[in-house]
């Protein structure tokens, strides 16, 4: 048989444990509900909800961006991640047009961007890459928007459209 006797320190010291206690399942409710709103920020990324806007895909993160990516069929080796800045041009000759045309047809447009510095992203695209040529997933982002988005394939250089995958028949 075990006697357990409390005095005002063993009170106190249960006082602390118990609010420990409460504290701790707080902290859990709340970080449960922020893993459910982050689902809905998901969903709205990768527009499988009514709520996401064509055109105004935000990415806080390399995370985000591959799960864009990954939303438009895209693999991407988020190891390979690189980024550097590049200018749209002010002045477009005839081929920044063309290239700007495949960018639409990813339902983006950089006409609005015109002599702004933008991040450009490249990350391999194992799922698109043949035995001859690695296929790159391009994503232009300004401010935290992805604004341009585009698939290269190297040595050849073909620029082709990110384009969603087209729904599997009902």
Do not use: H
């Amino acid at each position: 048989m075990f006697v357990f006797t409390m005095n005002k320190n063993g009170l106190k010291k249960a006082a602390v444990v118990v609010g420990c206690a409460a504290l701790l399942v707080l902290s859990a409710v709340v970080v449960s509900g922020a893993v459910k709103k982050g689902d809905a920020k998901t969903t709205a990324l990768t527009g499988t909800s009514d709520t996401a806007k064509p055109g105004k895909i935000k990415v806080k993160t390399t995370d985000d961006m591959v799960t864009y990516l990954v939303s438009m069929g895209v693999e991407a080796d988020i190891s390979t991640a690189k980024v550097d800045k590049v200018k749209v041009p002010k002045k477009w000759d005839d081929s920044f047009v063309a290239f700007n045309e495949v960018i639409k047809q990813s339902g983006l447009d950089l006409s609005k961007y015109k002599g702004k510095t933008v991040e450009k992203w490249d990350f391999v695209a194992p799922n698109k890459s043949t035995e001859t040529d690695t296929v790159s997933a391009i994503l232009l982002v300004y401010k935290k928007q992805v604004i341009g988005a585009y698939l290269i394939g190297r040595p050849s250089g073909e620029v082709s459209a990110l384009t969603a995958p087209a729904a599997p028949p009902a």
